[in-house]
Nanobody, 116 residues
Framework: QVQLVESGGGLVQPGGSLRLSCAAS????????MRWYRQAPGKERELVAG????????NYADSVKGRFTISRDNAKNTVYLQMNSLKPEDTAVYYC?????????WGQGTQVTVSS
């Protein structure tokens, strides 16, 4: 059974950093397009960052460019989202998604709260 398990969320002050992890089981992350999404209360889920199967191509939402970095560790079968210079508007539940053609898998999400 495929599982994506996010971790690393929490409460952080503005300007702080967090690293989110998305650990996969029964799925090889290097064979999938891996993406991070987030959903704030009352808002639609939005794409934050993605990394292609070749591992070299990444893309980011304009709102996080220069602050967030997506990466993948194939040996650990895990995808990361390093988040720096966090702002209150980054507060949301963050989700990991694996995509291969029309096959999609989602994790359960991890809460990130940026507040003083």
């Amino acid at each position: 059974q495929v599982q994506l398990v996010e971790s690393g969320g929490g409460l952080v002050q503005p300007g702080g950093s967090l690293r989110l992890s998305c650990a996969a089981s029964a799925l090889i992350v290097s064979r999938y397009v891996m993406r991070w999404y987030r959903q704030a209360p009352g808002k639609e889920r939005e794409l934050v960052a993605g990394i292609l199967r070749n591992g070299d191509s990444t893309n980011y939402a304009d709102s996080v460019k220069g602050r967030f970095t997506i990466s993948r560790d194939n040996a650990k079968n895990t995808v990361y989202l390093q988040m720096n210079s966090l702002k209150p508007e980054d507060t949301a539940v963050y989700y990991c998604k694996a995509a291969w053609g029309t096959t999609l898998y989602w994790g359960q999400g991890t809460q990130v709260t940026v507040s003083s």
